[in-house]
């Protein structure tokens, strides 16, 4: 049975002419409606954010922790329900949805604590006597949160619980993928801030999206998403000297070193891999092997992923779940087909699943070349092209040959190699031997092309944050230096 939902503007529903249907990608069937918002939706939820930004900003910094606490409260309570219809319209097994939902609830809690911390500080003045000089750390205003649909509640949470506890009023355009879930959770979990503080749009990028980034009352665009996108936004907002805070696509390398276990590297880049059927801007999507243990590391890990279980999110048992929209499987489908023409060998999978839904076989690759769109080019999907080497050294400029940097991940125990590698590659994150691991207090995002935001941490909520220098003298007497000479 699908349901229709409405938008979320200054605490009431808002509908529009038109609708976007929201699917089960494991099913192909409808789950629910949201409306196609576009101009003049967006420009109603900016002026609700903006009518409520003076008394939000001024909120205390207590108040508005505590408002947060009270939605991890209420989302705690709506946890089942919200895990569920997660799993049914993004797609990814259940044990992976109850992580991403863990990690969205606990930045609400870190967030509305860090957000007490403090608003600047003082600095030493020239003359201390008569003389104070402060820097403060203020809201901008109105955030518009761009989100997309392979994390629709954690990548939401690492941009609202930040704004909202640095005292801003968001605008949330959530991917029409996902909106029926985003909804749900600001709906009912978010109802107690006051009318205006956080409004949702729902729509497509090319008019609900442009119109958030357009609109001139929005300071900030805070955007994960694809590098194409990314750039469109700062072509649009560069006019407006907007602050942008965009987490771009990512081309993650693996490599393992000499030295590393084979059996448990093999486990460790099928999670890596594989998580989200790929579906992660952290994938692993480049894998580079020692020359002497390619053969038998590709016939472990074919082994290994030969066996995992496509099924329904919501099914006891399933590995892997669908791809979230039937058109991203033509990509990897080309991504797949230009490395075989191109001489590679898919040793498992290489094809669409034979069953309903939007599933893609996990792929194993091996005999690819650095050149090939499998390994330059963001797949997003289920694949893993493996690669060999010789030289460590080389191995790291061949990881760095990428445009993008935002993660890389090394399995070894050789402390020179390890201190080598994290030292030498050009990544946001670098994790060794347990990949795609985050942690609330230390920031996410990538280098290079990746766009250069930073989530997370102390830094996910400086970004919400811009800088003011205040120098006062308490003395009105005239000063010996200034005019006439």
Same mark, same amino acid.
Request: hydrophobic share 40%; proline share 5%; with cysteine.
């Given at each position: ?43 109603? /939820?900016?002026?609700?954010? &903006?009518?409520? !930004? ?94 997309? *649909? ?7 949470? *690492? ?77 649009? /907002? ?85 791809? /979230? ?86 399995? !070894? ?12 590659? &050009? ?20 280098? &290079? ?29 005239? &000063? ?6």
């Amino acid at each position: 049975m699908s349901t229709d939902r409405a938008m979320f503007i200054g605490g009431q529903h808002v509908t529009a002419a038109d609708w976007i249907d929201s699917f089960d990608p494991a099913t192909e069937q409808v789950l629910g409606r949201v409306p196609a918002g576009g101009v003049g939706e967006v420009d109603r /939820a900016v002026a609700a954010a &903006k009518g409520a !930004s003076d008394g939000w900003r001024y909120t205390a910094a207590n108040d508005r922790a505590e408002l947060l606490h009270e939605a991890y409260a209420k989302s705690m309570t709506h946890h089942g329900d919200l895990v569920e219809l997660l799993t049914r319209e993004q797609g990814k097994p259940r044990p992976e949805q109850e992580e991403e939902a863990e990690w969205a609830l606990t930045s609400l809690r870190y967030y509305a604590e860090l957000g007490r911390n403090g608003l600047g500080r003082v600095v030493p003045s020239a003359e201390p006597r008569t003389q104070l000089n402060l820097v403060l750390k203020e809201p901008y205003g109105v955030v518009g949160a761009i989100v997309p *649909w392979n994390y629709p509640l954690l990548l939401l949470s *690492w941009k609202l619980a930040p704004a909202l506890a640095a005292g801003n009023t968001v605008v949330v355009k959530p991917s029409e993928l996902t909106s029926l879930v985003t909804l749900e959770w600001i709906e009912r979990c978010f109802d107690h801030f006051p009318p205006g503080v956080i409004n949702v749009v729902t729509g497509y990028g090319a008019q609900a999206g442009e119109a958030l980034v357009r609109h001139p009352d929005v300071r900030v665009i805070a955007m994960t998403g694809s590098v194409a996108t990314g750039q469109r936004i700062a072509s649009v /907002a560069a006019p407006m000297m907007k602050h942008l805070h965009l987490e771009l696509g990512g081309k993650d390398a693996f490599v393992v070193a000499p030295d590393a276990d084979l059996d448990t590297a093999v486990d460790a880049l099928a999670y890596s891999a594989l998580l989200n059927s790929g579906q992660v801007c952290t994938s692993s999507e480049r894998v580079f092997v020692p020359q002497g243990m390619r053969d038998h590391f590709a016939e472990a890990l074919t082994a290994k992923v030969s066996g995992l279980r496509l099924g329904h999110g919501l099914d006891e048992g399933t590995d892997l779940g669908p791809i /979230a929209d039937d058109r991203f499987r033509d990509k990897i489908d080309a991504h797949v087909r230009d490395a075989v023409e191109r001489g590679a060998k898919v040793t498992t999978g290489g094809r669409r699943a034979d069953r309903s839904g939007w599933f893609y076989e996990p792929t194993v690759l091996v005999d690819v070349d650095d050149d090939m769109v499998i390994m330059t080019e963001e797949t997003f999907g289920p694949t893993i092209p493996i690669a060999s080497y010789d030289d460590f050294g080389a191995v790291i400029d061949r990881v760095n040959a990428s445009e993008m940097g935002l993660g890389a991940t090394l399995r !070894s125990s050789d402390p020179m190699l390890i201190k080598r590698f994290y030292e030498g590659v &050009k990544a946001g994150t670098v994790w060794i031997n347990d990949p795609l691991t985050d942690n609330y207090a230390g920031p996410f995002g990538g280098m &290079k092309m990746t766009g250069g935001g930073r989530e997370l941490g102390p830094e996910g909520l400086e970004t919400f944050l811009e800088t003011k220098h205040v120098h006062w003298d308490f003395d009105q007497a005239g &000063k010996d230096w200034w005019l006439p000479y």
